[in-house]
């Protein structure tokens, strides 16, 4: 990434366009019409709540970061996107019980505007729906052809100037990205073409919106933007790619946690993390192939953190397990339990036992706001490829082929403010802060 000599101005409408419209997405999109209003805070996002310190700690200077980076303002969204289901938002919303009645109704008449269009399905990727609200075609290039359209009818209708896509659908069966069809963007066209069975539905989608110019945004485990083929798509679009899967409950949990033991040098000799939720996530990821891609996803946080390969003593003989059970009557509402066994001096062992009531969507919702608002602004800037420094927002960031991902929440987090600061030509903060005992 080079560091930008101008950023495009946030002018006209943003166009947020949600692949797979449930849950999250309308949660999402029903709190910005709120906080728009002023009937609700956007809790949870940096974008809209978070400040940024600039310069020294004596200077006194953290604006918000809304006012530092020229961000589209909640006013200026405009929201659409593909569902496999022909419900609009409100009923989506209704339906999906994450917002209450009076929170559905507060802005029901705009997202009862909001009506999902057919999906790309072909089932063998989510065995545990059956799509209705699908389109047809021979080919899986003619599938990515009518999203395009979809994607310029959209744009035109809505009176956008620029969109960005944030993959909110459900979580597909886990595809290695081996395939020769991964390879290059010349073998995916042809995959296209030949209804390869290693192309998946969000594939698709990816593949028709960074080619008209839409950065596309990875919230789920699948293998959508993270292989060859696809960076050179982006590479050749000048466009903006991140994933994968949103950094929420367990594993946010986990990459706060982690980080703070490995710093006290406490030892860790096994993780155990369990959930129960009744979405209707919790029901595609009942079906074990859904469930490995969200297995490798959540998996491969504390291996990293830990780096048991330079830390033998303390993390050499980690367990860690991770299992997801749906359990209907919770709804949206899950609960994970953690339970770490830990060790300290001389090797006296310790537990910690974590119980998290959480909302999924709640806190899925301002991840997926600033997303779309920091992918954008990346395209503005003239950043293309894999944007890492959204690693933060990620249960497993993307990063270069040579390099292994972060983490640690609190790394996660300076990287991101650093990169804000570099963008807009400010200074770094290191935290070596020695200059103030000069
Ligand atoms: N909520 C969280 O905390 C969280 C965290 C990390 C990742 N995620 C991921 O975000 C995604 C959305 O979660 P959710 O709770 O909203 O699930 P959901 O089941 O409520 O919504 C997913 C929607 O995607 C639709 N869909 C499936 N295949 C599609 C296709 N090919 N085209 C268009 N639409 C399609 C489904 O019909 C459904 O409406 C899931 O993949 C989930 O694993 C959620």
Redesign the pocket.
């Given at each position: 990434m080079k560091q930008p000599v101008s950023i495009q101005k946030p002018e006209g409408k943003l166009g947020i366009l949600l692949?797979?419209?449930?849950?999250?997405?309308t949660t999402f999109v029903a709190g910005c019409l709120m906080a728009r209003k002023g009937l609700g805070d956007p809790v949870g996002s940096l974008t809209q709540m978070g400040t940024i310190r600039l310069g020294k700690r004596t200077d006194g200077k953290s604006p918000a970061i809304k006012d530092f980076v020229p961000l589209y303002g909640l006013d200026q969204l405009a929201f659409g996107g593909?569902?496999?289901?022909p419900e609009n938002a409100y009923d989506t919303a209704r339906h999906?019980e994450v917002l209450s009645k009076d929170h559905c109704d507060s802005v029901k008449d705009e997202l009862s505007a909001i009506q999902a269009m057919p999906?790309?399905?072909y089932p063998e990727y989510?065995k545990r729906?059956n799509?209705t609200h699908i389109k047809k075609g021979k080919t899986k290039r003619e599938m990515a052809e009518q999203v395009e359209a979809d994607i310029k009818t959209f744009m035109k209708t809505n009176g956008c100037s620029r969109a960005v896509a944030v993959w909110?659908?459900?979580?597909e069966i886990y595809i290695e990205p081996t395939h020769a069809v991964h390879q290059s963007l010349a073998a995916f066209e042809k995959g296209l073409d030949d209804n390869d069975p290693m192309i998946s539905?969000s594939q698709i989608y990816a593949y028709a919106c960074l080619r008209q110019g839409v950065p596309y945004a990875n919230?789920?485990p699948n293998l959508t933007v993270d292989f060859p083929a696809m960076w050179e798509l982006a590479r050749e679009r000048q466009m903006p790619i991140s994933g994968k899967?949103?950094k929420?409950?367990q594993t946010l949990m986990k990459t706060i946690l982690a980080p703070g033991l490995k710093a006290r040098l406490l030892g860790l000799r096994g993780w155990f993390s369990t959930n129960i939720l009744g979405?209707?996530?919790g029901e595609?990821l009942d079906d074990p192939e859904s469930f490995k891609s969200?297995e490798v996803s959540k998996l491969g946080v504390l291996e990293h953190i830990l780096q048991p390969e330079i830390n033998k003593a303390l993390y050499g003989n980690l367990y860690h397990k991770v299992r997801i059970e749906y359990y209907p009557p919770r709804g949206d509402a899950k609960e994970g339990w953690d339970n770490l066994d830990i060790f300290g001096w001389l090797g006296y062992p310790m537990q910690i036992k974590v119980d998290f009531l959480c909302r999924?969507?709640i806190?899925?919702a301002p991840i997926v706001l600033d997303l779309a608002l920091f992918m954008d602004l990346a395209a503005r800037a003239g950043f293309h490829g894999t944007q890492e420094w959204l690693s933060f927002y990620y249960?497993s960031p993307m990063h270069a082929p040579n390099l292994y991902p972060e983490h640690d929440l609190f790394i996660q987090s300076m990287k991101l403010k650093n990169t804000l600061r570099w963008m807009m030509g400010q200074e770094l903060i290191t935290h070596l802060g020695n200059e103030y005992y000069d």
């Open positions: 692949p797979g419209m449930g849950a999250v997405a593909w569902d496999i289901f999906a999906g790309v399905f989510v729906l799509g909110c659908g459900s979580t539905n919230g789920a899967d949103f929420t409950g979405n209707r996530d595609v969200k999924d969507s806190l899925a249960k």
